[in-house]
């Protein structure tokens, strides 16, 4: 009986093996594994039709991974095949309703690539080029897989507006996408910062609208600029042509983005009569939301068609991105032109305008055979009948325009925008701002749990976009790009498993040495350490946690660097005073990860019992009240961890010190960061209590102490001794006029309340 049970143990624990071996990202719908190996040699033949795009690819491809000549040796010995075919009645043993689908079969003396279609010819090709990368001395396991993406939209957008990248680098980014599976390249072409497609009815367009006196560096609320001319920089439309050709051999779809009404601050600098003011303008230096926007008057709409016959020349995709996006009414609502305008056409108001304008663009773009897809925003004032809606602010707009049957892909900014951090900031290059680390879209799933099943049929799929402000070359594209792609590939093809994030994790890492290969630049945040303030008995503890082997974290608490030799990390770090800690992880004594440093800057309200009258916002409520007290001062850098975001709300924080305790001064942080809508608190009050129920105000400072403390707000308020202590933070409301999101609700961003 043991020996039985030895024996079956030896017979599964190989077949498991195997199994985890199969370093392949989107992992694939079915495998079924078989005995055996395929050997490539000198004796394997190419068969497939030669003089097809995916054969040309695939042996363009094997070539770099396998550049030993071979079928020298056919003549002595008994050949090997790969081969590569299509069979347009390929049946699958799941149903499927896109194309893509293949068969990929390999047994000892032959390996078949079966697609339904071309494209599942190209998908099934990615597969087997992974397959022999990632195997060992060129042996592949006997194997059947049957494959077919969960969605038909699988994207990944690239703004060259706030950057510019060359034809040569976003012929690589669609090579990416295409090893992956992604099939739609999201190319966002204008904004207010650069126009970078040439229009040949409108060379203004690229004349001035392509270059701009000088960037923004740094954080957005240092204004600091670079002094330097930048640009003009575009692509010519015999360069376009060329990029679409080279996409859709890769069975990747363009889809070009116009951004209209907002965003066009470049077009307006060329066509300044295209704006309700008239100009003069320039192209934007600084990053934001800019109050001019396309006036919709006869003679922008002419111009705006114009501009698309041009783009649809170029593209034929299906749809034409429009973007529709934070589009400010100021102008409008000051335009008499506009407001007659909405009376005439009986709109509501500015964002029936918006609406009116977008649907101008779709019934054109409709009358030309083509459909629209735009940014949540196109939402406002009613959905034109035939759009698409691009989810970005959250999830709302997908569900909203699913519920009434129109198309939408998710691109939530939690889960999608790669403009984000992927690791601690501290350790981290520069980036705009949030966290979304590898885990956290590996997470996703782009089905909003609110949809029915025939609902969420009008989810198209998900993409990932790479806002570029902070991005200037493209060796920091790719850090940022990898290796979350493989994250998004695998949630778009359908086969991720969020509970088995590890297993996708040493995936992630086997596709590293590919990407050394290629010479590709990715991040290597997975390895770094994180950090979590607990509560503990006498305040706060440090938690440093890895993804690796935790016995690798070693960690200093005297300001020294660590290394391999410093104390290994066992249990949370007790932070009974103001301290550093430094942390890092390390694998046979070699450092894997960044060095990541904490400062702590405790006082009596330190880990003590905390509570909000109103919750923060959902994407900027980290850690929840307690990281008003957790010991970490509020960073610029850590948006979406160290503060708390509440928008239109005031802060009301009641820490309980479970003691009376003597104090006489009173700390917090806000921001004053307008461009994101992030106004500094109007005013604040302290009050104290002894039984939690009835407070006393004991002082109040308004707007100007506030304006005057530019960073951590002081408030002296005598000798006191309580057991209680509220803090109200008042909200600065409406964002006044002349401000990037003007009418709308402002945020108040706050950390660390402290009192000593
Ligand atoms: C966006 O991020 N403004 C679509």
Known sequence: MQRFLLLFFILFSGFFFSQTQLNLIPYPQKVEFKSGNFEINENTLFVGDKKSNEYKYFINKFKKIYPKDLSKNIKKVKPNFISLLLNKDLKIDYKREFNSNYILNISDEMIMVIGKDSEGLFQGIQTLLQLIETSKDGKIPALEIQDSPKFAWRGMHLDVCRHFFTVEEVKQYIDYLAMYKLNTFHWHLTDDQGWRIEIKKYPKLTQIGSKRKESMIGPYVDNTFDGKPYGPYFYTQEQIKEVVKYAKERHVTIVPEIEMPGHALAALAAYPELACTKGPFDVATKWGVFDDVFCPEEETFKFLENVLDEVMALFPSQYIHIGGDECPKTRWKESAF????????????????????????????????????????????????????????????????????????????????????????????????????????????????????????????????????????????????????????????????????????????????????????????????????????????????????????????????????????????????????????????????????????????????????????????????????????????????????????????????????????????????????????????VYISDDGKNFKAIKEIGKDQILSAKGKIKINVGNQSSKYLKLKIENAGIIPAGNPGADSKAWLFVDEIGAN
Not at 352 to 373: D, H, P, T
């Open 338 to 685: 506009c407001q007659d305008l909405i009376k005439k056409n009986n709109l509501k108001d500015e964002h029936g305008l918006q609406s009116y304008f977008i649907q101008r663009i779709e019934k054109y773009l409709n009358s030309k055979g083509r459909k629209i897809i735009g940014w949540d925003e196109i939402l406002e004032g009613g959905l034109a009948p035939n759009v698409a809606v691009m989810s970005w602010t959250g999830i709302k707009g997908g569900i909203e325009a699913a519920k009434s049957n129109h198309f939408a892909v998710m691109t939530p900014g939690a889960y999608c925008y790669f403009d984000h951090y992927q690791g601690d900031p501290q350790t981290e290059p520069n980036a705009f701002g949030g966290f979304t680390p590898l885990d956290k879209v590996y997470s996703y799933n782009p089905i909003p749990e609110e949809l029915t099943k025939v609902q969420s049929k009008y989810i198209l799929g998900i993409q990932a976009n790479l806002w570029t402000e902070y991005i200037t070359d493209f060796k920091q594209v790719q850090y940022m790009i990898f290796p979350r792609l493989f994250a998004l590939s695998e949630v778009a093809w359908g086969t991720s498993k969020p509970e088995n994030y590890k297993e996708f994790e040493n995936r992630a890492i086997s596709h590293f040495k590919i990407l050394d290969k290629m010479g590709v630049n990715y991040a290597r945040s997975i390895y770094n350490i994180n950090g979590k303030v607990v509560p503990s008995q006498n305040g706060i503890a440090y938690e440093l946690s890895t993804s690796q082997n935790p016995e690798g974290i070693h960690f200093t608490v005297d300001g020294s660097i660590p290394t391999a030799h410093s104390q290994t990390y066992k249990s949370a770090i007790p932070v009974l005073k103001s301290m550093v800690i430094q942390s890092a992880y390390f694998e046979n004594n070699e450092l894997k990860s960044a060095v990541s440093s904490q400062d702590f800057i405790t006082s009596k309200t330190t880990g003590k019992k905390i509570t909000l009258e109103d919750q923060p916002s959902e994407n900027y409520s980290f850690g929840g009240a307690f990281t008003l007290v957790d010991g970490i001062m509020g960073n610029q850098k850590q948006l979406g961890k160290t503060w708390l975001g509440f928008q239109g709300k005031d802060v009301v924080a009641t820490i309980d010190f479970g003691e009376k305790t003597q104090f006489s001064e009173v700390y917090f942080n806000t921001l004053d960061n307008k461009g994101s809508w992030i106004h500094l608190a109007k005013s604040a009050t």
